[in-house]
């Protein structure tokens, strides 16, 4: 019988956040402070090479769905190579990417026929606003990119944090602007990771959140999930238009009991909450060779894995240093 990657409380664990870098060309405030963070140096990062054998780990122990993060994934040198390496050593493997899509215009060409779901962070459609909250970014850019992706007809959704404030006079505009884009627009909570940049002032939660969405229009619940590589986001559709909005109650409503993933960061530490202060070291024995002791501290890590974030707390952490 083939291993599978289950936890003392019966959850299959089906799919992987690994993050390919811990750098980013954003500065976005909810995510790092204004002057950075300290990077990880360059040899203490994960190889390409060493992220293609603990795929082919992961897939052996079930995984179905790998999702690429960073910081920003293209800042790397050489992502979309590594992309097709992977679509050509895993066919079968659902791919999906976490971007701030503001570099996404230069790397179309070279990405575009590999079935990569692209997961689009975008907090806000006004260029000021934008910079603000990015401190450095450029709207035009990420605008640029989403436009280009929707007109391949590609696949994606466009995450927005909903921070109390600053943005939730823009619910509609960034409603409308997914369905011209063909995208699939998803609402997430603002999640207490660091708790000097968040505040229960600044929290939404969900139930306003569909409140705000979905007071008019004619809106159904669709069936939470479809498969077991599925996220947390519930999702609603517009019987009359057809558009599809998420929204993730990470928060108020946490989704802890069918928590189907792991994370690994971009120095090879694997963490089986969101919210742990701790991991566990995969690229020691990466190094070594060892792949016999990675696949058997996956195994051990799955199984220990938590039964809600809330037991995990421990100190403020910026989304940065987790892995997207």
Same mark, same amino acid.
């Given at each position: 019988?083939?291993?599978?990657?289950?936890?003392?409380?019966?959850? #299959?664990?089906?799919?992987? #956040? &690994? !993050?390919?870098?811990?750098?980013?060309?954003? $500065?976005?405030?909810?995510?790092?402070?204004?002057?950075?963070? @300290?990077?990880?140096?360059?040899?203490?990062?994960?190889?390409?090479?060493?992220?293609?054998?603990?795929?082919? &780990?992961?897939?052996?122990?079930?995984?179905?769905?790998?999702?690429?993060?960073?910081? @920003?994934?293209?800042?790397?040198?050489?992502?979309?190579?590594?992309?097709?390496?992977? $679509?050509?050593?895993?066919?079968?493997?659902?791919?999906?990417?976490?971007?701030?899509?503001?570099?996404?215009?230069?790397?179309?060409?070279? %990405? =575009?026929?590999?079935?990569?779901?692209?997961?689009?962070?975008?907090?806000?459609?006004?260029?000021?606003?934008?910079?603000? %909250?990015?401190?450095?970014?450029?709207?035009?850019?990420?605008?640029?990119?989403?436009?280009?992706?929707?007109?391949?007809?590609?696949?994606?959704?466009?995450?927005?944090?909903?921070?109390?404030?600053?943005? @939730?006079? @823009?619910?509609?505009?960034?409603?409308?602007?997914?369905?011209?884009?063909?995208?699939?627009?998803?609402? &997430? *909570?603002?999640?207490?990771?660091?708790?000097?940049?968040?505040?229960?002032?600044?929290? %939404?939660?969900?139930? !306003?959140?569909?409140?705000?969405?979905?007071?008019?229009?004619?809106?159904? *619940?669709? *069936?939470?999930?479809?498969?077991?590589?599925?996220?947390?986001?519930?999702?609603?559709?517009?019987?009359?238009?057809?558009?599809?909005?998420?929204? &993730?109650?990470?928060?108020?409503?946490?989704?802890?009991?069918?928590?189907?993933?792991?994370?690994?960061?971009?120095?090879?530490?694997? =963490?089986?909450?969101?919210?742990? !202060?701790?991991?566990?070291?995969?690229? !020691?024995?990466?190094?070594?060779?060892?792949?016999?002791?990675?696949?058997?501290?996956?195994?051990?890590?799955?199984?220990?894995?938590? *039964?809600?974030? =809330?037991?995990?707390?421990?100190?403020?952490?910026?989304?940065?240093?987790?892995?997207?």
């Amino acid at each position: 019988m083939a291993l599978e990657l289950v936890d003392k409380l019966g959850r #299959r664990l089906t799919y992987v #956040r &690994i !993050s390919v870098t811990d750098r980013c060309n954003f $500065r976005c405030r909810y995510c790092m402070p204004a002057q950075g963070v @300290e990077w990880i140096p360059h040899d203490r990062i994960m190889r390409y090479e060493e992220i293609e054998l603990l795929v082919g &780990i992961l897939t052996e122990l079930g995984v179905k769905k790998i999702r690429l993060t960073g910081g @920003e994934p293209f800042v790397r040198k050489g992502i979309p190579q590594f992309l097709r390496t992977l $679509r050509r050593l895993f066919p079968e493997l659902e791919l999906a990417v976490t971007t701030n899509a503001s570099l996404l215009a230069n790397y179309i060409d070279n %990405i =575009k026929d590999l079935n990569i779901n692209l997961n689009i962070s975008l907090d806000t459609l006004d260029p000021d606003k934008f910079k603000d %909250i990015t401190r450095v970014g450029n709207l035009d850019d990420v605008l640029k990119g989403i436009s280009m992706w929707s007109g391949l007809g590609l696949p994606f959704k466009v995450n927005t944090v909903l921070i109390k404030g600053f943005n @939730e006079d @823009e619910i509609r505009p960034l409603a409308e602007f997914a369905r011209k884009m063909g995208g699939v627009l998803r609402f &997430i *909570e603002f999640m207490p990771l660091d708790r000097s940049v968040w505040s229960q002032d600044s929290f %939404i939660p969900a139930s !306003s959140i569909e409140d705000l969405i979905f007071s008019s229009g004619d809106w159904k *619940e669709l *069936e939470n999930k479809t498969t077991d590589t599925d996220g947390p986001a519930r999702y609603f559709v517009d019987l009359k238009t057809g558009q599809k909005i998420g929204v &993730i109650a990470a928060v108020s409503h946490h989704f802890c009991e069918t928590c189907n993933r792991l994370r690994i960061t971009a120095s090879g530490e694997l =963490k089986n909450c969101l919210f742990a !202060s701790g991991g566990v070291d995969l690229l !020691s024995p990466l190094r070594a060779g060892d792949l016999d002791e990675v696949k058997h501290r996956i195994l051990l890590a799955s199984w220990d894995k938590p *039964e809600n974030w =809330k037991k995990q707390i421990s100190g403020d952490r910026h989304m940065s240093q987790i892995g997207g």
